[in-house]
């Protein structure tokens, strides 16, 4: 078994971390208070081969594998989940899948945009009556005279007043169940896509954009269908597949910045005559977070390595986002507890990494879901 990464890998680890560390750490706290997150750092990731970098050279990428992907995530997340929120919905839940379902023309049209970062991409599946159910999601697609008109409502999508093109599922045969899903390229200025900011204020991902989408008698040509009719609920499943996997290497980074935060102010700051770090407990502390992020980070690279491989990984991308997050939830947790009042304030970022975690634990399938995914493939469904 060898650990180490190939000299590729460790080329993506480095640029991101330079990126991340330089020019997003130093904006995360304004860009909480803002709550936006400025253009031209979307265009940076650009620039520096981040955001095309997991596509194929003929469209605009690097040919990365999952695993380089991961590590890229990884870094982003140690520095902000917002950033990295944007790029896994971009790259992994648009781009990526796309890649997989489109055809040779919708790639060529979309692909190197993206890639570019000129058309930002959005994944719109949840709706008010439908999250961790998305199989009964409500939107119709409704055939007319060779074309489908869309009606329905999503909400909290990622990107969703600033993408050029979204990836929508709505259902053509209500009677077919998820069966009659189909997903469609949606270009998001035509007439019949209305979107607006999610009412109130998030806990965490606050430089995030969230929408509230409505379709509104959007009608597309059949050529906007990604995949064939009906199988929308496969491409929606699929893509989540490659979301996960970077939810959970975001999460990581989250609880390595929160580990390294917590070492850092317990070499500093001293009570009683002493260090924190020389405090008996306080070592207990760090330890079991050490020990957390060790763990995750294994289970993390080695669902990158599967997928890297082209080996299925639902399960192990399940089990890396569901230990991820709960345990970057447990080194947040501690890391502002071991700072004591200041780790209460955003002066210091664990407080920010700590509103953030519980976003991780819910998007792209709860922590139940993702332990009915896990119990399915241990068990079997009747
Ligand atoms: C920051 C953020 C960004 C997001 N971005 C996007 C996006 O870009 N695109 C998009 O489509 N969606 C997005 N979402 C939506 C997200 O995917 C859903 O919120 C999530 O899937 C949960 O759905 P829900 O909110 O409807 O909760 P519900 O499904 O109503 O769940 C409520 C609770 O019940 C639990 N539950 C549900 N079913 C079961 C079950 N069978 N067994 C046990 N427990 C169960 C859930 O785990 C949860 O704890 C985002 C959400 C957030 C918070």
Redesign the pocket.
Known sequence: MDFALSPEQAGVQARARDFAQTRVAPLARSMDEQGRMPRELIGEMARRGLLGGPLPPEYGGEGWDALSLALCYEELGRADSSVR?FMT?HTS?VALCLLRWGTGEQRAAYLPRLARGELIG?????????????GSLESTATPEGGDYVLRGE???????NLAGLALV?ANADPSQKHRGICAFLVDTHLPGFRREPMPGR?L??RA?D?ARIVLDGLRLPRSALLGQPGEGFRVAMSALDQGRLGVAAGALGVAQACLDASVDFARQRRQFGRRLADFEMIQHDLADMAADVDAARLLVYRAGWLQSQGARATREVSIAKLFATEAAGRVAGQAVLLHGGRGYSNEYPVERHYRDI??LQ????????Q??VIARELVGKE
């Open positions: 929120g919905v839940l959005c994944y719109c599946l949840t709706e008010p009556n439908a999250g961790s159910d998305a999503k909400i909290w999508i990622t990107n969703g599922f998030e965490g991902h995030s969230h519980k976003g819910i998007y792209e399938g709860t922590a139940h879901i332990r009915i």
